[in-house]
């Protein structure tokens, strides 16, 4: 989206005067990466520092105009109208923040990924339904539903609502990762491999506690299998986990090459050398193969 910057970069100019040097230099960035979260909350602190309330507004607005769904966004406006005494607007400004700051969308979307990654279709589409009768417009429900239509075979239309999130979200490997199955089902084969390449480039690390990463690798290894053959039976493997909630299926990864390692030990006392040594070879291979492979092609990808 392309704006004019000569009126920003006054504002910038008059920000410097009143020593605010970073949130000028962030206001001067601004046209030029209107949708980086980070710099969003920087122009929130530069639109509610301006003195002149008139500048203030004009910031606010355009802020909102570059990123409607942010709620740093709307709140700046909230500051703004709250100085001008306009209440009413005021009002209105912070119920709006309040909506795009909700987590419910966020954590209900992230359910709806996860039962599409898993198959369980009629549990996610209660969940999608009841998160659109009240957050209808928020970004992360419509990508949920995106990958709901995906799982029912709606690929172009899918596709269609995935091109429209990556345009303002064009970090975000969920996206990516939906995208990728969809052209690879479309054939569009050049388009898939551009979107699994950024969906790789993207993906967050994996963490205990970060349900949003846990998702993206679940989709991330969904895509995976769907591009490469030979991580097919991983993912025939890997979705038998995904059936847990985040802690408990790396709890449950644990324990089974746990009680891998236990029943080798008890087969060693048991059977002759050379089929132990098989048993060794078959569960090495396999624990070699399911935790590493993927990730071999994730460094690939992103080089």
Not at 20 to 31: D, V, Y
Not at 76 to 90: G, N, S, T, W
Not at 216 to 226: M, R
Request: hydrophobic letters at 50%; glycine letters at 4%.
């Amino acid at each position: 989206m392309k704006m004019p910057e000569g009126s920003f970069e006054a504002a910038a100019a008059k920000l410097e005067e009143q020593g605010w040097h970073k949130e000028a230099a962030l206001l001067r960035r601004f046209p030029r990466s209107a949708w980086d979260d980070e710099l969003v909350k920087g122009m929130f602190v530069a639109a509610t520092t301006v003195r002149d309330l008139r500048r203030a507004e004009n910031l606010a607005q355009r802020l909102i105009a570059f990123e409607p769904d942010n709620p740093f966004a709307h709140l700046a406006l909230c500051v703004v109208r709250l100085r001008q005494k306009r209440l009413a607007e005021a009002n209105q400004a912070f119920d709006r923040a309040k909506y795009f700051a909700s987590t419910l969308p966020v954590y209900s979307a992230q359910k709806v990924h996860w039962l599409c990654v898993k198959g369980s279709l009629e549990e996610g589409q209660g969940i999608l339904l009841r998160t659109q009768r009240d957050f209808k417009d928020r970004w992360e429900v419509k990508r949920a539903q995106a990958h709901f239509w995906l799982a029912l075979g709606h690929t172009e239309r899918a596709a269609r609502l995935l091109l429209r999130i990556v345009r303002h979200r064009p970090a975000d490997t969920i996206a990516h990762a939906l995208l990728m199955q969809a052209f690879w089902r479309l054939g569009e084969r050049h388009r898939a491999d551009e979107h699994l390449r950024l969906m790789a480039k993207h993906l967050p690390k994996l963490t205990f506690t970060d349900t949003e990463a846990f998702v993206a690798h679940a989709v991330a290894k969904e895509t995976l299998a769907t591009r490469f053959v030979l991580l097919r039976p991983f993912w025939w493997w890997e979705r038998r986990f995904l059936l847990l909630p985040p802690r408990r299926y790396f709890v449950a990864v644990g324990a089974f090459w746990g009680a891998v390692a236990i029943a080798l030990g008890l087969f060693k006392v048991a059977v002759p050398e050379i089929p132990f040594m098989l048993s060794v070879a078959v569960a090495a291979s396999w624990c070699l193969y399911t935790r590493f492979t993927d990730a071999i092609l994730i460094w690939w990808l992103r080089r």
